[in-house]
């Protein structure tokens, strides 16, 4: 087996792993508020969010990884994206999804571009 084809694998195996702790325990919580009149979406929210884009963030920095600034700089924009969204979801509970998919890309792009000013070797990210 290639090295690419096992990393492949391996990447694969890590996104399913991750894919079913997130469902069960959405599976979990939907259980242990069956009763309530109405569930608090608010830290589903929060963590779906912060899931998708730090995921984004560390696949595309994938050749940082080894760096400790960029691992300094995921620990502090993870602060500043709570210390952002955190009052923002549980204020406004009732924002759509497609307001947090606004958030998400917009995070990304500042985020990332942020992470290629902290990294060497960000012209490994776009091909420059």
Request: charged content about 15%; some cysteine; aromatic content about 14%.
């Amino acid at each position: 087996m290639t090295t690419g084809l096992a990393r492949r694998l391996r990447d694969i195996a890590v996104e399913t792993l991750v894919a079913i702790v997130l469902v069960s325990a959405l599976v979990v919580y939907l259980f242990e508020t069956d009763g309530h009149q109405s569930r608090d979406w608010a830290p589903l929210k929060l963590i779906a969010n912060t899931g998708v884009v730090f995921w984004v963030l560390i696949r595309w920095f994938r050749y940082a990884w080894r760096w400790a600034a960029f691992w300094a700089a995921i620990a502090v924009l993870l602060v500043c994206h709570a210390l952002i969204l955190i009052p923002l979801v549980y204020r406004a509970p009732h924002l759509p999804g497609l307001f947090f998919v606004l958030i998400d890309v917009g995070e990304v792009f500042v985020f990332g571009r942020l992470l290629e000013r902290v990294t060497p070797g960000a012209h490994r990210l776009h091909g420059r």
